[in-house]
């Protein structure tokens, strides 16, 4: 994955990644507070999970792929962003 900054700063604000189980294009993100917690309530409402607990200097996030075939990513701010 690689990370964009704004010039003269040193938080990512956007992001781009390898090819990802048929995962293209603009991926949104949903901050959630316990990312364990909420990639299991996703599985347990029929979302399928593409990768997990990956982790970046933003924080943390897993992929999923929703009942409806819709990708996007649950993200744990890290610490300080």
């Known amino acids: 994955m690689t990370f964009l900054t704004a010039e003269g700063q040193d938080k990512p ?17 949903l901050e959630v507070d316990d990312l364990p917690a909420a990639v299991e309530n996703a599985r347990q409402h029929g979302a399928e999970v593409i990768a997990e ?13 929703d009942p ?10 890290a610490p300080g962003m």
């Open 13 to 29: 604000f956007s992001a781009t990644c390898d090819a990802m189980d048929g995962v293209s294009g603009w991926v949104p993100y």
């Open 53 to 65: 607990n990956l982790k970046g200097p933003a924080g943390d996030a897993s992929f999923i792929r």
């Open 68 to 77: 409806g075939g819709s990708a996007m990513a649950l993200w744990k701010r």
